[in-house]
Every structure is written in C-alpha cells, then in structure tokens.
C-alpha cells in the first residue's frame, strides 16, 4: 500500500504538486483525473521514487520511499509510463524485463520467469505475440505487450498512466476490465486516465487535480454530485442506469 502524507514535488525551478494527501489502497481502481498539466503524471512518477519529493511522506507499505533501494520498490510497486521506446526485440523478450527486479546480475532467466511471461501474456489477450519483433507490431499491440510486462512483475500496485492510449474501443474496455480483475485479486491499481466516462465507468474511487492541488477524492457518484469534476474538466455529464450499473456519457 502507498500513502501519500503532504506530498510536494516538481522539478528544479518548477514545483507541481503542494500538499497531497492520499492513498492507494489494495482491493481498488483509483483513477487520476485532471486537466493537462495539472500533475497527475508527476503524482505517479513521485509515488514509486521515480521523482524525488520536496516534502511530506511517501510510505510504501508503511517504510518512507527513501530508505527502500529501486529493487525493493519495483518489487512492489510495477510503473507504466504514458509512453515507450520501441526496440527491436520480440514482445516476449519485452515482458521479460518486468522479471528484471527478481534477478541478479548477470541475468538468468528461470523457468518461473518464463512461466509468469505467458500468463501475463495469455491475461491481456496477447499470447500470440510472444514471437513477434515490437516494431512490426501495432501501437495498440504494443500497448498491450506493456501491460503485459508490469503484470510480469508481479506487484502489489500497478501505477498506469494513460494505459487506454492507442487503443481501439474494444480494447479499451479490455484493459478496463482487466484493472478491475487486478484490484479483485487484492492489487492496488492507479490508472492516470482522460476518458471521463470510461473512468467513472470502471474506478471505484477518483482523485481530482488541479493545478497540483487535489480538489476532491471519492466514489464517481461523489465527484459527480459535488459538482468539482465538472467545473475542473470544463464538461457537463450525465449518467443512465443499465443492467450492467451505471453508465456516464457527455452532455
């Protein structure tokens, strides 16, 4: 579990976030809302170590950040940026290195690692790509060989900023799906997300940014209620009840 206590960070000259305070909690789909520029990136990349904090704590199951080395950090704790090289190496190989943090140097792979490489393969509807060179591969493919490789590494927490980019719509609700199969295995997945709808439709709670500051955090129904989210995003919603629970589209 990560706890977020008066968090500020940024970059030299340029602070981002001022006083957030929040949870990642296991068992849920948190999903970061906000407008461009807002930090939301920034919040995931300092919630893992990648960014060093100006202030406050980050606890990651309870000891601060700094006194875990990257390894132990990326044993619990898997990132997915919002964008990736593309080398020129099979996707198997690619979801290999989510296995990185369990190995010592030089690098032998066990038989474990391959085993976890086709089961997060086989989970994002991907297996049969393990072959397949990156580049030749489409960018929701490649997307999907991403994801892959953060579920190879077999985390406790997923942090995901903008996993939905380059994917049709029936993808879309594939890796949607898959975060909320994650956070009923007991994972903590945070997802940085711009599709207001597809978010509400699948988070169990949202964090609403603004200008590095957080404007609210709740259930959907809490943020659309309050009116914040509206005002923030500069959108009007609404939402219908469906047999499948609720369904929130633009206005």
């Known amino acids: 579990m990560i706890e977020l206590k008066n968090l500020q960070a940024g970059y030299p000259g340029r602070p981002v976030l001022e006083g957030i305070d929040l949870d990642f909690r296991p068992g849920e789909v948190l999903v970061v809302l906000g407008p461009n520029g807002c930090g939301k990136s920034t919040l995931l990349r300092a919630s893992n170590g990648l960014l060093a904090k100006t202030e406050g704590e980050i606890l990651l199951d309870g000891l601060p950040v700094e006194r875990l080395s990257a390894k132990d950090i990326a044993q ?77 590494q077999n985390t406790q927490t997923i942090l995901m900023d903008e996993p939905t980019t380059y994917l049709d719509v029936s993808c879309q609700l594939e890796v949607m799906a898959l975060a909320r199969r994650l956070a009923e295995e007991g994972r903590a ?37 309050g009116g914040e989210l509206e005002r923030v995003m500069g959108v009007r919603l609404g939402r219908a009840e469906t047999e499948e629970g609720w369904r929130y589209f633009y206005r």
């Open 76 to 152: 619990k704790t898997a990132y997915l940026p919002q964008s990736r090289s593309v080398p020129n190496i099979t996707a198997g190989r690619m979801v290999l290195h989510g296995r990185f943090p369990y190995l010592n140097y030089p690098r032998r792979y066990r038989r474990e690692d391959h085993e976890m490489v086709e089961r997060a393969l086989a989970w994002v509807g991907a297996g049969e790509l393990t072959s397949r060179m990156l580049p030749q591969l489409s960018g929701g493919q490649r997307q999907k060989v991403y994801l892959a490789m953060a579920l190879a």
């Open 189 to 225: 997945v945070v997802m940085v997300l711009h599709d207001l709808t597809l978010a509400l439709r699948y988070a169990h709670r949202a964090a609403l940014l603004s200008g590095g500051r957080l404007c609210r955090v709740g259930s959907p129904e809490e943020l659309l209620a």
